[in-house]
């Protein structure tokens, strides 16, 4: 059978069920998985979507064909999957999911011993050219074992101890699970707390009956934006779909962005852990730079994607990485991503300091103006090098760095601008030392890019 390529994408699998991802797909995927790892035993979880048990099913049957043992985990979230890897000691991974997508897609997450991540570099390439070419190994003489276990209570225990429960106030807090995997795991956390939650959408349920399960959408934040400025509470916090990011409100209804997070992470760890490692994404505010250094750590610049985080983490022995786009990785998680983490210990945070989250930010927000990203879609992938070189031109006389795109540095503004792995799109991140001046320069470089 044919397999639309496009569904391998640069960190997992995705695409429309069932024309793209279906059971006979997912089970030569399965087979690629296991014939590419070489390993005895992996772990196979999945999400609330109404097409993963099916898909799962045929995952595992696939692994199993070629002579590998599966542990099936059940339903979990992507960062329990992870915990099931490390924590079980099996060789590899797959978690059944579409993360943010809406309902009408799935796909599949993977990694290999100790939770790291396969990527179109390593692995998820391997797995379509091997089915693609016809060159999947023969099946096993003896099919692979099927086991069942959960980890759910273990995975809680992990989570709870990268805090002090006791030092927990009663904030009044609103969550929105999305109807996603959130769901499962943040009550179990919560009922652990003083804090005084509003629930919205924690009914798992596939279908998405409120709204899509993709925070970074202004419109899927409206009933949880809503409550928070109806009950004047002190925080909103809201999952994606497999609940591998949160996402944070403050009390006045404003969506915080994922570099504000990382720089409120930071200060929480070095106060913990002075001296410490930090790692964050290029496109980041110079708020989680300055923030490191203010708390005496040590703060290091990194190429976007969770690969090359995870990477770098391990080789600086870093305590905690945090993308943009609400992606924060812990090194006693396994250098794994976590969605619940960052959730309890900004409200540790927020606790020792006595403040709401809206307090904590103030100073953030009166010193960095940042752009959020801006994509523009070129007429062709010639165009990217050539706009590229455009910008290069224009800002000789700045600090520049080409660590992914093209990374432009001022005293007062800064900005990076890099393509898509996939298609002609430029992607821009601006930040400056006032809102007219982050305007400007914003539009300028959009001009150049547009124009």
């Known amino acids: 059978m044919t397999i639309n390529p496009d569904i391998f994408k640069a960190y997992d699998i995705r695409g429309l069920y069932p024309g793209e991802v279906n059971e006979q797909v997912a089970r030569l995927i399965g087979r690629g998985f296991a014939a590419y790892l070489d390993v005895p035993k992996v772990a196979v979880s999945r999400d609330m979507r109404v097409s993963s048990p099916a898909i799962a099913a045929a995952f595992i049957q696939g692994v199993r064909e070629q002579g590998v043992d599966v542990v099936d985990y059940g339903m979990l979230g992507t960062d329990m999957m992870y915990f099931a890897v490390a924590h079980d000691r099996l060789g590899g991974g797959a978690q059944i999911t579409a993360s943010h997508n809406p309902g009408q897609y799935n796909g599949i997450k993977m990694v290999r011993a100790e939770a790291l991540p396969l990527s179109g570099d390593a692995g998820i390439g391997d797995i379509r050219d091997m089915i693609a070419g016809d060159r999947l190994p023969p099946p096993a003489k003896t099919p692979g074992s099927l086991a069942t276990r959960s980890v759910v209570d273990q995975y809680v225990e992990k989570v709870m101890s990268f805090i002090d429960p006791a030092v927990i106030t009663p904030f009044n807090v609103v969550l929105d699970a999305g109807s996603g995997m959130g769901g499962l795991v943040a009550p179990l956390l919560f009922d652990r707390l003083p804090c005084r939650t509003t629930r919205l959408c924690f009914d798992i349920d596939g279908t998405f009956p409120n709204h899509e399960a993709n925070p970074l959408i202004e419109e899927n934040r409206a009933d949880i934006t809503a409550e928070v400025i109806r009950q004047k509470a002190d925080a909103g916090i809201a999952w994606d779909g497999d609940a591998d990011r949160c996402f944070f409100i403050d009390g006045s209804g404003e969506f915080i962005s994922g570099d504000f997070i990382t720089a409120l992470l930071a200060e929480a760890f070095l106060l913990k852990h002075p001296g410490s490692t930090i790692v964050y994404d290029l496109r980041a505010s110079h708020a989680v730079r300055d923030t490191a250094a203010k708390y005496g750590g040590r703060a290091l610049k990194n190429r976007v994607g969770h690969a090359f985080i995870k990477r770098r983490m391990r080789e600086e022995d870093a305590i905690f990485g945090g993308e943009v786009t609400g992606h924060y990785y812990f090194r006693d998680f396994y250098y794994a991503d976590n969605g619940f983490i960052p959730a309890l210990l900004i409200l540790e945070l927020m606790s020792r300091k006595g403040q709401p989250l809206r307090d904590l930010l103030r100073p953030y927000r009166e010193r960095y103006f940042i752009s959020g990203e801006i994509n523009t879609k070129l007429p062709s992938m010639r165009e990217v090098p050539k706009k590229l070189e455009a ?51 914003r539009d300028e470089i959009l001009e150049i890019i547009r124009g």
Do not use: C, Q
Not at 414 to 424: I, L
């Open 391 to 441: 910008i290069e031109a224009r800002y000789k006389d700045a600090e520049i760095e080409k660590l992914d795109g093209i990374s432009v540095d001022y005293p007062d503004w800064h900005f990076n601008v890099r393509p898509s792995n996939t298609e002609p799109l430029l992607r821009l991140n601006l930040e400056a030392a006032s809102p007219a001046m982050m305007e400007k320069k």
